[in-house]
C-alpha cells in the first residue's frame, strides 16, 4: 500500500505503484523463497532476474524472460 500511496500522491500511479502491464518495474526474482528455506540455503539464494524501471537489468544465463 504505501507503494501505491506513494504513487498517487506524486500523481505517477498511471506507471507506477503496481505491477500490471504497461507499468514500470524495480524487481527481483530470487532463485528460492527466503521466508522458507533454511539458514544454509538462504546464503545462496540468488537474483535470477532483475527488473529496473520494467527493462531487464540481469537475467541468469539459461532464463528465457520475454517483454511482454
Same mark, same amino acid.
Given at each position: 500500500?504505501?507503494? =501505491?500511496? *506513494?504513487?498517487? $500522491?506524486? &500523481? +505517477? @500511479? +498511471? %506507471? $507506477?505503484?503496481? !505491477?500490471? %502491464?504497461? %507499468?514500470? =518495474? @524495480? !524487481?527481483? /526474482?530470487? *532463485? @528460492?523463497?527466503? $521466508?522458507? /528455506? *533454511? +539458514?544454509?540455503? &538462504?546464503?545462496?539464494?540468488? *537474483?535470477? !532476474?532483475? !527488473?529496473?524501471?520494467?527493462?531487464? /537489468?540481469?537475467?541468469?544465463?539459461?532464463?528465457? =524472460?520475454? +517483454?511482454?
Amino acid at each position: 500500500m504505501y507503494t =501505491a500511496g *506513494s504513487a498517487y $500522491l506524486s &500523481f +505517477d @500511479d +498511471d %506507471k $507506477l505503484g503496481s !505491477l500490471e %502491464k504497461g %507499468k514500470l =518495474a @524495480d !524487481l527481483a /526474482v530470487l *532463485s @528460492d523463497n527466503p $521466508l522458507t /528455506v *533454511s +539458514d544454509d540455503r &538462504f546464503r545462496r539464494i540468488s *537474483s535470477v !532476474l532483475t !527488473l529496473q524501471a520494467g527493462r531487464i /537489468v540481469y537475467q541468469a544465463p539459461g532464463l528465457h =524472460a520475454g +517483454d511482454s
